[in-house]
């Protein structure tokens, strides 16, 4: 009797060793970002920054209208107003990523006059564009537009994922990308 009491309570401390590796989150869970989720048109707020994505735009080329730089491809162009909640300290988005099912494609640097690491004001919106360069397979679909203002994925810190579907939106030619600029909200 006492063997069969050690075998039942070593089976039961396994299944409870079991259990409790099956419910413990993993390191993505505990130090990853809060995300924080929005639409098109809403105003998303985070620790550090409010953004709203105001719309999309494919396009054929980009162009920066200040010089004689332009690129072909296909490009998504996307119109972000966007401002500090209590601090301008390192108030300026840093990390514009555009995920596309298990890909992620990040913001151009090679367009000047990005709304990427122009600098946030309290109280006064900044409007400007983001340009991603896609392959020319991506034209349709869902995507999530990822803002932050830290260099990288933030462990512990907000996210704003905004949510686009990239088969309702327009194609152009050619679209000039403004510098950013400020307004009043």
């Known amino acids: 009797m006492k063997r069969a ?14 259990a409790l590796t099956a419910v413990t989150p993993g390191d993505d869970a505990v130090i990853g970002p809060l995300v924080l989720r929005g ?7 985070s620790r550090s920054l409010i953004a709203t994505a105001t719309d999309a735009t494919f396009t054929d080329e980009v162009a920066v ?31 514009a990523a555009l995920v596309i099912g298990d890909r992620v494609f990040h913001s ?5 006059t990005t709304l990427k690491g122009a ?4 109280g006064t919106d900044t ?14 679909g869902t995507a999530e537009l990822r803002l932050t203002t830290s260099y990288y994925t933030a462990e512990l810190d907000d996210l704003i994922a905004i949510s686009l579907a990239l088969d309702d939106l ?3 030619p050619t ?3 403004q510098a950013p600029a400020w307004s009043t909200p």
């Open 65 to 95: 209208p200040a010089s004689d730089w332009s690129a072909a491809g296909n490009w998504l162009v996307v119109r972000v107003t966007a401002s500090a909640p209590t601090t301008e300290a390192d108030a300026a988005i840093q990390l």
């Open 108 to 112: 151009s640097e090679r367009v000047a």
């Open 5 to 18: 009491r050690s075998w039942i309570l070593g089976g039961v401390l396994l299944l409870a060793a079991g």
């Open 175 to 177: 679209l000039d990308i």
């Open 119 to 122: 600098p946030l004001r309290v």
């Open 127 to 140: 409007e400007g564009m983001l340009a991603f360069e896609l392959p020319p397979d991506v034209v349709a």
């Open 170 to 172: 327009p194609r152009v």
């Open 39 to 45: 639409a098109v048109g809403e105003a998303v707020q």
